[in-house]
């Protein structure tokens, strides 16, 4: 049964910070629900799908986030609660909908919430997707706590349809992926009815009247922000000091001020609805305070807007201190952590904390340094991506011409670094990879000689590179597309998409044939096995070989981790350990210093390789690299 | 400094002095040769490797070589050693056919097998697209497909790092100057060789002007006649200087300056006009078509020679003195030319005695 689903009310369960937001909207009774899977925001539609059969719901994983985010459109159109979840990167691709569907108004309750990564721990970049709400006047609420994940989702629903406007709500990578008690409401099972009233056409255009109706909206979602309840004061009256912080800030701060035992010198104003602020419950405090202290993740959102609010009130208000990332004392780029907010209070509070020992860290290091092996961020034993990377390295050197690989989101992202032996020169969106191929391919004209390739997944394919590929045909550029095809949507946790033949809810699919498309798009498609590393080279060599066109090569092999979770190894594999020529001329441990597939290792006392047994998937690959045929692989 | 692959990559294929030999590959992972280059694929740390330690340009001491293939160091200057100069051809037709003068490299490599003197030959053969490579012959009709050349070097040793072999047989081995003095290093490298050049009994060299880099040349080609099969190519000696290109009937004239562009950087500094590390040498004669010259140097090759003289696999001539004088005089043009292109250069990548230096440069050039 579905954890999110239980109906049990008062009952206090342990969630996931996502799971409480699909909580809540469970309990606000969304109907639709669409996202395409981004960490930290992913389990919140994987919650959703488990449950979207005993709550009658339609749960998908769209292609990408902008389609995502139009499927729930069409629910809300029709009178119908629906919810689309991505990461920060997510919205920048839905914001062009987004910024049109803020004119074009809302009728059942729609929620955008957006998942963001302080730090790009599993992302690309480092984004505060909280702007958008500034730029599309749309009403924001940032949860701090997973109660509040869930009982603010569930009331974005009711706002949204109150202001008929979007309502996004923010998360970030602590609030959606740590887990705490959360007490559970009433599940509601209403009967949905969806009508789309043709005498209520959803128009963004014209936007003059659109956009100042948006305004007067906003004007109302004001109102609301003032009495919300997620909107609260705790301190004296008038603190030396007062600190303004929302979303995982507030634990942040509130564990500092505890530590610090400074909860009658500082002031604490939690705010829930950062756009539109609520101007007279922040104007009340600043009056109490000359010091103002802003937390908050990613950028100084809060901090600015809070700042804007003084400047127009300041003859009011007097001389203020500001102090934050603007300041220096909150750190501009990466997570906030209650260390950082101790360590900035302690300063400013002139208190002296010794949270543990000075000698802690090193001595930690050290520990750690024994016990946990060093590890660089690399593919998994087994993985098709690092066979890929192989051949490509192979087939660039043997080509001799400096071709390059431009790169794209998913796990062969990772080929940037020495897993996939630095092949891949650039990273950016969804899609880019292809994208700028197209570019660099037109550019023989200008006097480039290197072949160009790209690498894309099968995922990325549906999502945002079928464009791109439209565009080089239409457009007559010339490149190699790599289409890497693990069947699955790995790095985010191996949701199904449009190849694999399934839905998000388990219910079979047709398989949109990655082959058929290219090929139809006019592309030369061949298909191979990375793990056959010298047919791989040989079709890789063979496509750069020829300047002219878009050729495709589909590299298609089962993720390692999805595999292995419904078959046993493809092979036994072991090291004749006399045969291993181990650091001797003619191999130089080719197999653990350069390929480095972490099922094997590296014998120091013996000198030779060795599998481990534990970690090696048995893809057999690393015995078609040894030179002495020391590795040998049997068919498991 | 590192004698390893670093050390090679910087010294030699760096600097473009790779001769395309073929000593380095098929030893290691780490090297590989496509489409006539010889290209690095990983990182090796290793201080010292056979790439190295067999590399004709990488650290190469003549004197001590000529010392270990003929027992005596760097004195024959003109020439290296010379037991006898003759002007020879095979008489049979299916080898003065496809080959490129007097068939006379081909019949003794037959002969040599249908001996038994050697059970394999390495040999380079040309692919449709002419690209050359090592080869292992091991008939007669195998001999003949690698008849011929295209003045392209073609990485010939490697088949013999490659095999496949059985464990027993005699190997002889046709090369240009840069792979006889390769395989001379081969077999001088004191390092553990895993290779069968222990069992290389006869070396027949080939006598060598400069080669071509294969991918320009070939792209060169292509351009001028497309796709359209190339049957022979052919370089007429002065002072006609062209290089005849037989496509389906039609031969056409290229200059030579056309050419020279491609030549291989690395012959730039080569020091051996006559492969004088084989047992025997075969070239042209100039102004005689259809002859070969053979230079007899070792015991080994003037049992050889010998025998296809008895069986009348070869017809033999004296070697007209102006002719050997002619020849002479450009084996050590090339050489002065090669000092030249080596003087400027820090960490040699040949080295010959002073006083070896000192008379080739005094000698007059005709």
Known sequence: MSLVAQDAPGKTILLMGNEAIARGALEAGVKVCAAYPGNPSSEIIGSLSSAAEAMDLHVEWSVNEKVAMEVVAAASFAGLRGLCSMKQNGLNVAADFLLNLNLSGTQGGLVVVVADDPGGISSTNEED????????????????????????????????????LPVMVRSVTRVSHARGNVRLDKLPRPIAQARFDISRPRLAFPPFPSHKTLHQ??????????????????????????????????????????????????????LGTTWPLPANLVLEHLKQAETIVFVEEVDPFLENNVKELFAQHCMDLGLKRFYGKASGTIPSAGEITPEIVTSALQK????????????????????????????A?????????????????????????????LGDIGCYGLGMGPSGFYQMKTIHAMGSGAGLAAGFGQLGRFGLTQPVLAVCGDSTFYHAAMPALVNARYNGSHFVLLLLDNSATAMTGFQPHPGTGRTATGKEAPVLDLKVICESLG?????????????????????????????????????????????????????????????????????????????????????????????????????????????????? | MNRGL???????????????????????PYLRSWRGRAVKLHDCDLSEGRCFSFCPRSEVDLDALHRSVFGKGYEDIETGPVRRVVMAKAPALEFRDKAQNGGVVSALMAMAIDEGRIQAAILTERDAELLPQGRI????????????????????????????????ERIGVVGLPCQVLALARMKASPLEKRTPVDRVDLVVGLFCTWALDYRPFAGFLKKRFGNTPIHKLDITPPPDRLLHVTVGNEVHQIPLDEIRGFIRPSCQVCLDMTSELSDLSVGTVEGEDGWNTVIVRTERGEDLLRQAESKGVLETRAYPEDKWAHLKAASILKKQRGLKALKDVQDKYVTLPQKAIDSLMKEVAP
């Open chain 2, 137 to 168: 012959a091991e008939t007669k009709e195998e001999v003949l497909t690698c008849a011929g050349s295209s003045y392209v070097t073609g990485y010939t040793l490697e088949a013999l790092n490659r095999g496949p072999w059985q464990g027993e």
């Open chain 1, 523 to 636: 592309a030369i498609v061949q298909l191979t096995d990375p793990f056959d590393l010298a047919a791989t080279t040989d079709a890789m060599l063979k496509f750069l070989q020829d300047s002219e066109g878009v050729k495709v090569l589909i590299l298609k092999r089962e993720c390692a981790l999805v595999r292995s979770k419904k078959q046993k190894k493809l092979f036994e594999v072991e090291v004749d350990q006399e045969r291993c020529l181990g650091e001797t001329c003619g191999c130089n441990r080719l197999c653990t210093r350069v390929f480095k597939c972490p099922g094997l290792y590296w014998d120091r006392t013996t000198g030779k390789a060795c599998i481990d047994e534990a970690i090696c998937t048995g893809c057999g690959v690393c015995a078609e690299i040894c030179p002495a045929s020391a590795i040998q692989k049997e068919v498991a």
């Open chain 1, 217 to 270: 909206k906003l004007e109302r979602a004001k109102i609301f922000a003032e009495s919300s309840p997620y909107n609260f004061y705790r301190g004296p009256e008038k603190p030396e000091l007062l600190l303004i912080t929302s979303g995982s800030g507030w634990m942040y701060s509130l564990e500092a001020v505890i530590n610090l035992g400074v909860q009658d010198r500082v002031g604490l104003l939690k």
């Open chain 1, 129 to 164: 997707s909280r702007i958008f709400a500034k730029i599309g006047d749309l009403p924001l609420l940032e949860p701090a706590t997973f109660q509040e994940a869930k009982d603010m989702t569930k009331w974005a629903f009711s706002l949204s349809e109150d202001l008929g």
């Open chain 1, 377 to 405: 961020l690399g593919f998994c034993a087994g993985c098709p991506h690092r066979a890929t990377y192989w051949a490509v390295k192979t087939a660039l050197a043997l080509d001799g011409r400096e071709g390059f690989v």
């Open chain 1, 348 to 375: 400013m509070l002139n208190v002296r904390y010794q949270p543990r020992p000075e000698d802690y860290a090193s001595k930690a290091h050290e520990a750690a340094s024994e016990l946990v092996p060093a590890r």
């Open chain 2, 6 to 28: 670093k050390g090679l990559e910087s010294k030699v294929l760096d600097r473009g002095q790779c001769a395309a030999c073929g000593a380095c590959l098929s030893l290691c």
